[in-house]
Structure formats: C-alpha cells, structure tokens
C-alpha cells in the first residue's frame, strides 16, 4: 500500500539546525574533529535549583489543566512584570511543550499573511507552510544590523491583501544577535498598529541581552496586538525540557480560548514535573539569576571574540548584541570563491563542512538571498559546566569585574578558537 499524505507536508525537509547538529554529531563520533558553529544549544547546565525541583516533583502524574499549572501562569506573570514590566494575566497564559510548538499552534490559529524579517529563524517559514500558507520575507539591510525598519515593513504591509497580517519577530535575534532597543520597537509598533498586524513576538532570547540596553518588547509598546512566546530553552540552558509559553492581553483572548480547545484536542498538557521545575525558574530567585547573567556574560564573551575574529579576516559581520549567532559574509571573496564553484550560501556552508568541517548554516536557510554569501555561526561549541566555573574565578579576583577576554575565551574555548583558525586559513589560501 502507497499512503496519501498531507501534500503540504511532504515538500517538508528535516529542520536544517537539528539536521546540522546530527552531521556534526556523527563526524565526532566517527573520530573527526569538527568545529560545531551549527547548532544554538545553550552548553550550560541547568541551574541546581531547577534540576531539585523537577526530581521533588517528579511523583506529580495528573493531568494539569489545558493553560498549564495556575501556580507557574502567576510566576511567569509576575516574573515578566518585573524584568521586562510587562503587564501579563495569568488567564492570559498557555504553557506549552516549547515555544515552537506554540508558535505553530498560533499559526495554525490565526489567519493572515504571514511576514518576517530576512533574515529569520528557519522554522517559521515551514511552520507557515504546514498552515497551508506563504511566508512573506522583508529583506533587511547589513548596514542596519539586520534590523527591519519601519519603512520596510510598511511596504509589506501595503503589498499584502488580506485584512489581518501577521508579524513574527525574534528579538534578540536569530541569526544575527541583533537586538531592537525600545525606540525601534516603538517605530515598528506604530506600524502595525496602523495596518492591523498581529505581532507573534518571539523572544527566547530576551535575558540574553548584552547590548547594554535595557530590553523592551512589543508588549511594552502594543500590548493590544502582541502575543509574546518565550521559555526554559536558551536563557536557562533547558532546551529538552520542552517547556515554553504563550501569553497575551485581553484583546486577544479569542486566540488564547481558541488555542487552549485545540491544545485539548492535541497535546492537552505539558507534563507535570516539568511544570513544577519551571515554577521555580520563574521565582526570580537572586542566586538563580544571578547564574543567568553569568551565562549571559560568557555569551557575549564568544559573540565577541568570533565577530573579533571575522573582522580581522575581512569578513562583514555586524557586532552581535544578544542571543549567541552570528551572521558573517564572505561577500568581499565572492570572486575567489567562484573560482571554486562557490556561488552562494548554500555551497559555501557544504564546503565548509566537507573540507575543513567547520559546520555552519547557509543563508539561504534563514530566507535571505541565496546568491548571498552569508552563514550563521552559533558562539556555543564549548564545555558550557567548565567554561562557567573558570569564568568565576576572574569575577571574583577582580572584584566584580568579568575579564572574559580573548584570552580566556581561547584557553577556555577552543573550538571557537580553532574553528576561527580554520577559517582564516581558508581564506588565506583562496
């Protein structure tokens, strides 16, 4: 028997990160030594606060009700109103098992064109496909910092039909480690407010600020319009514990009620114990936050030290500012890669891997021109539980200060290190 399947799936491929990290993984494990730039999984451990939690609770096994535990929906408000002021309801909160999943669902709820900023994180667009819909990316500028700017999303705007749009944005960002100030924010509000955008903010990302700036959201600025998506993955180095959520004001309280009936039908509930452990994720506990500034610290540490690096081989790369990826060019050597068949991205990122097994993702994957010779590199190839440990030690010898400088990163990084020398070698050699 040949199965019929859903047409709008089977054009589908593997997630390029996952599939990335699962050919960087298998070249380790046959003994070849890779330089892993493909896969943004944040290498710290969980904190021991949390890792308590979960085996305290892990005899919880009741269905918890479909918006997730009250208790956590109480600490996720009251945590976001005090680092971000943001004005959440409980009643307004789903729990779900990641933010991806969240940001489906959501689409999947919603109707509307969907638009991105180019570039953007590669699983919106397949998310949007699955719906049965096309993405409409922004292209945005390097000179911008990969930035969508106000005019630029009102020319998307004026392009789409349909009476509802629908904007998805990850800030901080991936790819690029760019971060939106409040200003920005504000510009870009102002636009969707004036053409009926809902805005899907994503914003895993949002404690791993380090641009100096203090963070601002769309909830912030157009709490009527915004539906924040965050969770455990990236700031508390949870990513397999699968917990994110979905929060929103109550002009959009259709989309929390249509989305909890569909999560009954669905996946009905994030499991127990891990809702517990979040609860105490989100207790702003000082010690607790305290580690995640820390990590945040080393982030911006390995942001730095590569964009240090790419600069001084001649590559173009905005300075990231959050999150760990960035998004270097290599379009000055656009000539003397073509002399090795090299066109664009997505060729450059397999010659990369397959000569001197530097794994990074094309450009292409994030919706920006192919022809583009851009690439993103995640800042996260290191032993995250020993990288943490040594950074204490300057901390605490210079009285509060970080030292976390290129010299630490590449004693206690190597990887990056080597990674960067792989590359600068390559292009001495074109």
């Known amino acids: 028997m040949k199965p019929l399947v859903n047409p709008q799936i089977t054009g589908l491929k593997e997630s390029s990160t996952l599939a990335i990290n699962q050919a960087a993984l298998k070249a380790r494990r046959e003994g070849e030594s890779v ?110 910092g990969y930035k969508m700017q106000p005019a630029e999303l009102q020319e998307a705007c004026d392009k789409c039909q349909t009476e509802q749009k629908i904007l998805i944005l ?73 917990m994110g959520f979905l929060a929103c004001g109550p002009n959009l309280s259709e989309v929390i009620k249509c989305l909890s009936a569909m999560v009954s039908e669905t996946f009905s509930a994030v499991s127990a114990p891990i809702q517990y452990a979040a609860r105490e994720a989100y207790c702003g506990d000082y010690d607790l936050m305290s580690y995640v500034k820390q990590c945040t610290r080393i982030h911006c540490a390995a942001g730095e030290y590569l964009w240090q690096r790419f600069e001084e081989m001649g590559l173009n790369c905005p300075k990231p500012e959050g999150a760990f990826y960035l998004f270097p060019d290599f379009n000055n050597y656009r000539e003397k890669l073509a002399l090795k068949g090299i066109k664009n991205s997505i060729q450059l990122a397999q010659y990369l891997f397959e000569q001197f097994k530097v794994a990074v993702l094309p450009g292409d994957d994030f919706y920006y021109n192919n022809e583009f010779l851009g690439v993103r590199v995640a800042s996260v190839d290191y032993d995250g539980a020993k990288v943490y440990d040594a950074s204490l030690a300057p901390l605490l010898k210079e009285g509060g200060k970080a030292g976390l400088d290129k010299q630490f990163v590449e004693e206690h990084c190597p990887n990056l290190k080597e990674g960067c020398d792989r590359l600068a070698n390559f292009l001495k050699s074109l």
């Open 170 to 242: 990850n800030n901080p960002s991936n790819p690029t480690g760019a971060v939106y100030d409040g200003p920005e924010i504000k510009a870009l509000a102002d636009v969707c407010r004036a053409n009926n955008v809902i805005v899907i903010s994503d914003e895993i990302y949002a404690l791993v600020n380090f641009s100096g700036k203090k963070y601002s959201g769309f909830f912030n600025y157009y709490p009527e319009g915004t539906i924040v998506t965050s969770g455990l993955s990236k700031s508390h180095a949870a990513g397999g514990y699968r």
């Open 35 to 144: 330089c892993h730039f493909g896969f943004g999984q944040s290498p710290f451990p969980v904190h021991p606060r949390i890792q308590i939690a979960l085996a305290k609770n892990a005899h919880q096994k009741d269905y918890l009700p479909t918006l997730g535990l009250p208790s956590l929906c109480q600490a996720i408000a009251d945590y976001h109103d005090e680092f971000f002021g943001y004005d959440f309801k409980p009643e307004y909160i789903l729990i779900g098992p990641g933010s991806k999943e969240l940001i489906f669902q959501a689409l999947y709820v919603l109707e509307g064109s969907v638009l991105v900023p180019a570039p953007s994180w590669v699983s919106y667009g397949p998310q949007v496909n699955i719906r049965g819909k096309e993405i409409h990316s922004i292209q945005t500028a390097r000179e911008n």
